[in-house]
């Protein structure tokens, strides 16, 4: 007859009351979820092994540390972003969804035991002193990451107002590794920006998706619309790490006349929701642009795949990072909690975002153009006698430059975003009916 868990653990006394307890547990769970079978062979092994760390590590660890550190490895084992939350990591978490802490600016995860940049927060450190995603934190003030928890990197990462930190960065294209010293700062992170590109042609900028952000993109909405009559919108979600989900779920909704924004599939009974736009489009259907690149992760690609979707935008840009995953807090006692992975994110169409990320509809990748000078172009109105324009106006139309045109070398992508908005604008205009009163003014008097 096979041993129960409780006198299994009592051969192993020696591991300690804590682990008996832990085991114990693990085992009530594991005979709740698989109908009364139990890994009876995999728990003696735990406790051989915890045993024979207790007894033989060439430093004490107390018991307590020793079960801590097996919850995070049993969390890393599964997945990037499920993780192990101490009371210090918990309240770090709070504090980066409501918009302030301190620190470098970087949103991270793991990858093959290495801490791999999701993207810069805008205006913060990390963003300053060139940061890019994709880059790989090698060592933090010269201690290698390899091994070491995500919990532990961030808590390394986080630190007073004008501390340093030399953080050592591999960088795809880089033949080898380099040192990047940030000081870190207060993180205030202005979720929202808006500006016009060009007169009718607006912009806004999402840097990262926080409680408050789906009021704040309307607010910038209104703000715009009463500014002047609105032609053609980019929203730029590039870089954005994603945040809050019920956040998401607003923005789309300001684009959206109603409709399916988001689902999620997962194996607890609640892990299935489906969440709805509101039925009105606050942005009152103007033409729209996403842009999103490898850095755009989580709430970011809820967002672009829910437009992509229902046809309400055109997504430009390069492919987006692929988090499709649903991460739920469950707490296992006052101080400590577990962030696991539950479900799944799907778009309206049942594409699933995970690892597989949005394709953007108009590829453009990011890239240095420098717009070839016609200096010394001589045109009509260069000429020695010319005649003067019939509408009065002498200037040449190459003498009125473009807003965009200072976009080119700095932001392509934008560059191209607005080109295609303004197209579209154009083509919108040309399609429509002549105003009345400017056909009456062409059909003879009546007699």
């Known amino acids: 007859m096979p041993l129960e868990p409780r006198q299994l653990l009592r051969r192993h006394a020696r591991a300690g009351a804590l682990a008996t307890a ?13 109908e009364g079978r139990l890994a009876f062979d995999e728990l003696r092994t735990f406790a051989d092994v915890f045993s024979q760390i207790r007894q033989g590590y060439v430093e004490e660890i107390d018991d ?12 890393t084992g599964l997945d990037p972003h499920s993780v192990y939350l101490t009371r210090d990591a918990f309240e770090d978490l709070q504090t980066t969804t409501s918009g302030e802490f301190s620190g470098l600016g970087l949103e991270v995860g793991m990858d093959n035991g290495l801490i791999r940049v999701i993207a810069p927060i805008d205006g913060s450190p990390a963003a300053e002193a060139g940061m890019q995603p994709g880059d790989i934190i090698l060592k933090l003030d010269n201690q290698p990451v390899k091994g070491m928890s995500l919990g532990d990197a961030v808590a390394k990462m986080r630190g007073p107002k004008g501390s340093e930190i030399e953080l050592t960065i591999g960088r795809a294209g880089q033949g080898r590794p380099f040192a990047v010293t940030l000081v870190r700062d207060v993180i205030k992170v202005a979720s929202v920006r808006e500006r016009w590109l060009e007169p009718g042609f607006g912009y806004i900028r999402i840097s990262q998706f926080q409680k408050s952000t789906g009021d704040d993109v309307g607010a910038a909405l209104e703000r715009l619309q009463e500014e002047q009559t609105l032609k053609g919108l980019v929203l730029d979600l590039r870089n954005n790490p994603g945040g809050v989900l019920g956040a998401s779920v607003d923005v789309a909704g300001l684009f959206l006349p109603g409709g399916q924004v988001v689902y999620t599939e997962g194996r607890l009974a609640n892990a299935a929701q489906s969440y709805d736009a509101t ?5 009152g259907g103007v033409p729209l642009i996403v842009l ?8 970011s690609e809820i967002v672009a795949g829910a437009l992509q979707d229902h046809g309400r935008a055109i997504i430009m840009g390069t492919g987006s990072f692929g988090k499709g995953s649903v991460q739920t807090v469950l707490p296992i006692s006052e101080d400590r909690a577990v962030k696991l992975t539950t ?26 153009l420098e717009a070839l000078s016609e200096e010394g172009r001589i045109s009509e109105a260069d000429l020695v ?18 807003g965009a045109s200072a976009l080119l070398a700095t932001d392509n992508q934008l560059y191209e975003a607005l080109t295609l908005l303004k197209g579209v604008s154009i083509l919108g205009m040309r399609g429509a009916p002549a105003p009345a009163a400017s056909v009456a003014a062409k059909e003879p008097a009546a007699e």
């Open 22 to 34: 832990l085991l114990a547990g693990t085992a009530q769970g594991a005979m709740e979820a698989d």
């Open 64 to 75: 307590s540390t020793l079960l801590e550190y097996a919850i995070e490895g049993m969390l």
């Open 279 to 283: 039925p009105e489009d606050a942005s």
């Open 343 to 368: 479900a799944l994110y799907f778009t309206p169409n049942g594409r699933s975002i995970q690892a597989a990320g949005i394709a953007p509809d108009i590829v453009v990748e990011r890239a240095r």
């Open 385 to 402: 006698g010319h005649l003067d324009n019939g509408n009065g106006d002498n200037g040449g139309a190459g003498a009125k430059a473009s």
């Open 292 to 299: 999103i690149n490898g850095g755009s992760a989580s709430a």
